[in-house]
């Protein structure tokens, strides 16, 4: 009898202690979130061959996250940000929303480059999930009818190929030898950008193709050589378009050399070395924001975001920027709108917002919301960013 009733005590403060133990961690989940959390996903390109674009936008993407959840979330409701490689892959990149979507996400940012976004477009389009691309290609979201889940912050090719024709007038460069990678991204900057030459009087005398794989474009290089053009237009990411400089350098070529906005990170220059040097090509303010004039609207964003970052991180990369965009619009969509796929998507496509990479006014026409002044030419010196004047 005696140790019925001491066996029936122990049992009894156990379960006490249970109850206690479970209130207070229920206590302790209530005020650390009261609120169910937004689900939201992201598929960069944090290995292979595109990994120094999806790097940092993983890292920006992670910690603009952090920070909105430190400061109490979308209105009480943290964010919960499902980030995913594709491994630089379109086959991983599909493979990645399928399983982001069977996870419930909201809303998804992504991919990296053109061709790991246009992976995904069909599959959010049909499961009515809003997508954000960090990607330049114009095919993303145009026609923007057959692209209504589709948005992107990063400048379309269409927009560098002008800004690039511009400063060839302001030149006096009429002849060029255009080069560009095999893939989406280099598709879709040669049609752009013959589309931008012919408009503004500019003649291609060559052009080539290169993998983005390659190291050696000796013979592509010997072809632009012997077309003797004004300047040379190469439309790549590293490290193709660092071995394409370095190669450009040992030939001896002496025409001057344009870059896409695809060379905006550190990794050009780390893999190109003194070849950068004098190579010229249009991105977003990010890389040279310290040297903004004061009134510029985007000049604090940027010089912020960049401290930032490279406290945390390194050396800034403007393709970090479109992840920082593409977060803190679905935030402020979230917190319009509430975690509505359909709500969030009607949300975005009327939202006006002054980013690291844009001043961004979306349309149900235009799904980029960006202008051709959101880029400046910059250009290598010292082996550091300085703004064309």
Same mark, same amino acid.
């Given at each position: 009898?005696?140790?019925?009733?001491?066996?029936?005590?122990?049992?009894?403060? #156990?379960?006490?202690?249970?109850?206690?133990?479970?209130?207070?961690?229920?206590?302790?989940?209530?005020?650390?979130?009261?609120? &169910?959390?937004?689900?939201?996903?992201?598929?960069?390109?944090?290995?292979?061959?595109?990994?120094?674009?999806?790097?940092?936008?993983?890292?920006?993407?992670?910690?603009?996250?952090?920070?909105?959840?430190?400061?109490?979330? %979308?209105?009480?409701?943290?964010?919960?940000?499902?980030?995913?490689?594709?491994?630089?892959?379109?086959?991983?990149?599909?493979?990645?929303?399928?399983?982001?979507?069977?996870?419930?996400?909201?809303?998804?940012?992504?991919?990296?480059?053109?061709?790991?976004?246009?992976?995904?477009?069909?599959?959010?389009?049909?499961?009515?999930?809003?997508?954000?691309?960090?990607?330049?290609?114009?095919?993303?979201?145009?026609?923007?009818?057959?692209?209504?889940?589709?948005?992107?912050?990063?400048?379309?090719?269409?927009?560098?190929?002008?800004? %690039?024709?511009?400063?060839?007038?302001?030149?006096?460069?009429?002849?060029?030898?255009?080069?560009?990678?095999?893939?989406?991204?280099?598709?879709?900057?040669?049609?752009?950008?013959? &589309?931008?030459?012919?408009?503004?009087?500019?003649? %291609?005398?060559?052009?080539?193709?290169?993998?983005?794989?390659?190291?050696?474009?000796?013979?592509?290089?010997?072809?632009?050589?012997?077309?003797?053009?004004?300047?040379? %237009?190469?439309?790549?990411?590293?490290?193709?378009?660092?071995?394409?400089?370095?190669?450009?350098?040992? #030939?001896? #070529?002496?025409?001057?050399?344009?870059?896409?906005?695809?060379?905006?990170?550190?990794?050009?220059?780390?893999?190109?070395?003194?070849?950068?040097?004098?190579?010229?090509?249009?991105?977003?303010?990010?890389?040279?924001?310290?040297?903004?004039?004061?009134?510029?609207?985007?000049?604090?964003?940027?010089?912020?975001?960049?401290?930032?970052?490279?406290?945390?991180?390194?050396?800034?990369?403007?393709?970090?920027?479109?992840?920082?965009?593409?977060?803190?619009?679905?935030?402020?969509?979230?917190?319009?709108?509430?975690?509505?796929?359909?709500?969030?998507?009607?949300?975005?496509?009327?939202?006006?917002?002054?980013?690291?990479?844009?001043?961004?006014?979306?349309?149900?026409?235009?799904?980029?919301?960006?202008?051709?002044?959101?880029?400046?030419?910059?250009?290598?010196?010292?082996?550091?960013?300085?703004?064309?004047?």
């Amino acid at each position: 009898m005696f140790r019925n009733k001491r066996l029936l005590a122990i049992l009894s403060g #156990l379960l006490l202690l249970g109850l206690v133990l479970a209130g207070c961690g229920q206590s302790t989940k209530t005020s650390a979130g009261a609120k &169910e959390p937004y689900k939201l996903g992201a598929v960069f390109d944090t290995s292979g061959k595109s990994s120094s674009l999806g790097i940092p936008e993983r890292d920006t993407a992670q910690m603009v996250v952090d920070e909105i959840n430190k400061n109490g979330g %979308i209105d009480g409701h943290p964010i919960d940000l499902i980030i995913m490689d594709s491994k630089s892959n379109e086959t991983e990149a599909a493979l990645a929303a399928r399983k982001l979507i069977q996870q419930g996400v909201v809303g998804i940012i992504g991919a990296s480059t053109s061709g790991t976004t246009m992976a995904m477009v069909d599959i959010v389009q049909k499961a009515n999930i809003p997508l954000i691309s960090c990607a330049a290609s114009v095919r993303i979201v145009e026609p923007a009818a057959e692209r209504k889940w589709v948005f992107k912050v990063a400048q379309s090719d269409s927009l560098v190929a002008e800004n %690039i024709v511009d400063y060839l007038k302001s030149k006096g460069l009429t002849k060029v030898a255009l080069a560009t990678v095999n893939n989406a991204y280099g598709d879709s900057g040669r049609v752009e950008f013959e &589309e931008a030459a012919a408009k503004g009087g500019i003649n %291609i005398v060559a052009r080539e193709k290169f993998e983005q794989d390659d190291t050696i474009m000796t013979a592509q290089l010997t072809n632009i050589k012997k077309a003797a053009p004004d300047a040379v %237009i190469c439309w790549a990411i590293p490290p193709a378009a660092s071995s394409f400089t370095v190669n450009y350098h040992q #030939l001896g #070529l002496n025409f001057p050399l344009i870059h896409s906005s695809g060379v905006g990170n550190q990794k050009y220059i780390e893999l190109a070395g003194k070849a950068a040097e004098g190579t010229v090509f249009p991105v977003g303010r990010l890389l040279v924001a310290e040297q903004l004039p004061d009134d510029d609207p985007q000049k604090q964003i940027n010089v912020e975001y960049a401290k930032q970052y490279e406290d945390k991180f390194g050396p800034r990369s403007t393709f970090g920027g479109h992840a920082w965009d593409g977060v803190h619009i679905f935030a402020q969509a979230l917190k319009k709108v509430g975690a509505d796929p359909v709500k969030l998507r009607d949300e975005i496509e009327k939202i006006s917002f002054t980013g690291v990479t844009a001043v961004f006014n979306f349309t149900p026409e235009d799904h980029s919301g960006i202008t051709k002044d959101s880029l400046k030419m910059v250009e290598v010196k010292d082996g550091k960013w300085s703004l064309v004047k």
